[in-house]
């Protein structure tokens, strides 16, 4: 089947800019990169010639020397005979451009030069490069980016066969925050309990879709997803274009990654991530490395707690404490075991469903733009799940797939500290409702909250 993508959109709105600089899109492996890519070059223009780095490692020759825009095309037509680099409206596609670095340093001279469309696809981690020593210059301005993540909700509606029509209907239900039907609400609830148990790798919803819906077909593919990424644990690329593996860092990944869904299944403990926990005396200078290695490759996303309720919060970060969070959330079903998705399916799971709902809440901030920032007091026992920057001020927003307290929120949005928000939403499973000093909204409705958010923050 065929899956559509808002990056297709981004795609259209990049190439009718004027002036438009060599694109990189980037993002974790499997996300629909190159078939995004792929799909927009031939739809836009009338040439497209690939140069895939990870396959064909002699197209890195083509980057040795002299890197104006002349010679690469006059030694890429050697390697790439059968291509046509003189008609007009070409677009060139540098795959994998993470393996080829001196490819990377050529976009400034395709910039420059103007005659070709570039764009250019790698994982975080290739296109990074996690390499302690570089001779590589990267450019800089002159690369435009677009980050790729797995399917958003609302695209994971749209492959279900929601229509257009249907979800902007669930956006104005949603902006208006009224009570649903039991039907609307039980409706849209089951599919974001599949999206939740599945998550929103192309390749994970479309065997799912085209399997009838089959849950074990789709986990199938997530664990061989995950030995994949596995495997990619410790990789780089060094400036000669050779592949390593780092067997120390890909031993600190592992377990690092492996503790994730413990300890986020660990409850009433506001200091989330331990280091102890990923190895007996373990400490944070022992595991930055790691942290920077999986965040850089789009594995984990980090939610680093604040000392005060005070905008920016980025100038209250206290990093020595963070939550984190699997980036999809189908990719930490996976990481449990099998009746852990069967339990949680069949509304029979206790002690790992709140850990799944946060874990949810992360990715769905996280992919409305928005860094993860939390707020506790150790002493006072005391938390606030997530905290956001919006328009008219501070948002509480707290994740409550049980009846959790929110005891913080209650003081801050009841005046009872030197801290004031503007708003307090706490994320359910069923429908809309007003509280004492808070607003619940259904997981199914939160993307479109957050999207809410976040226009009004850029409507000036």
């Not at 975080?124 to 390499?131: A, D, E, P, Q």
């Not at 599919?191 to 929103?200: E, R, V």
């Not at 790691?290 to 000392?307: D, I, P, Q, T, Y």
Request: proline residues 3%; charged residues 30%.
């Amino acid at each position: 089947m065929e899956i559509r993508r808002k990056a297709y959109q981004s795609l259209v709105e990049w190439k009718s800019r004027k002036n438009h600089k060599p694109l990189i899109v980037e993002g974790l492996r499997q996300v629909g990169k190159s078939y995004i890519v792929a799909k927009f070059a031939k739809e836009n223009y009338s040439n497209a010639i690939i140069f895939d780095f990870r396959h064909r490692k002699e197209l890195a020759t083509v980057f040795s020397g002299d890197l104006d825009v002349d010679t690469i095309i006059r030694k890429a037509k050697l390697f790439l005979s059968d291509e046509n680099f003189d008609i007009e409206n070409t677009v060139l596609i540098f795959e994998e451009i993470g393996d080829c670095p001196l490819a990377r340093t050529s976009l400034k001279s395709f910039a420059m030069d103007g005659r070709y469309d570039v764009i250019a696809t790698g994982s975080l981690l290739g296109v990074i490069n996690f390499r302690r020593k570089t001779r590589v210059k990267i450019p800089t301005g002159y690369e435009d980016f677009l980050n790729m993540s797995g399917l958003d909700f609302e695209e994971f509606l749209w492959a279900n066969g929601i229509s257009e029509e249907q979800v902007d209907e669930l956006k104005r239900q949603t902006a208006e925050k009224k009570e649903l039907d039991p039907f609307t609400v039980n409706f849209y609830k089951k599919l974001m309990k599949d999206y939740l148990a599945i998550g929103g790798l192309p390749e994970v919803v479309s065997t799912f879709i085209d399997s009838n819906r089959n849950y074990i077909e789709a986990r199938n593919v997530l664990e061989r997803l995950l030995t994949d990424y596995r495997a990619d644990f410790g990789r780089f690329v060094d400036d000669d274009g050779n592949e390593l593996i780092d067997y120390r860092l890909q031993s600190q990944l592992n377990m690092i990654f492996d503790s994730i869904p413990k300890q986020l299944a660990r409850e009433n403990d506001i200091n989330k991530f331990k280091y102890s926990e990923v190895k007996k005396g373990g400490r944070a200078a022992a595991f930055k490395e790691g942290f920077e290695w999986l965040e850089k490759a789009g594995l984990v996303l980090r939610c680093f707690n604040v000392n005060a309720l005070e905008t920016p919060l980025s100038l209250n970060v206290d990093e020595t404490y963070f939550k984190v969070f699997i980036s999809d959330t189908g990719l930490l079903m996976a990481m449990y075991p099998v009746v852990t998705m069967r339990d949680f399916l069949n509304d029979k799971l206790d002690s790992r469903k709140g850990a799944i709902y946060e874990n949810l809440a992360g990715v769905l901030i996280h992919k409305a733009g928005f860094p993860l920032y939390y707020y506790a007091d150790g002493e006072k026992h005391l938390e606030i799940d997530f905290l956001i920057e919006g328009a008219d001020g501070l948002i509480l927003y707290e994740e409550k797939s049980t009846n959790g307290k929110m005891a913080a929120s209650r003081a801050v949005m009841s005046g009872q500290t030197p801290y004031k928000a503007a708003a307090c939403y706490k994320i359910i499973e069923n429908n809309f409702g007003d509280g004492a000093f808070f607003t619940s909204v259904p997981q199914f409705c939160a993307p479109f909250l957050l999207d809410d958010i976040c226009k009004k923050i850029y409507s000036f």
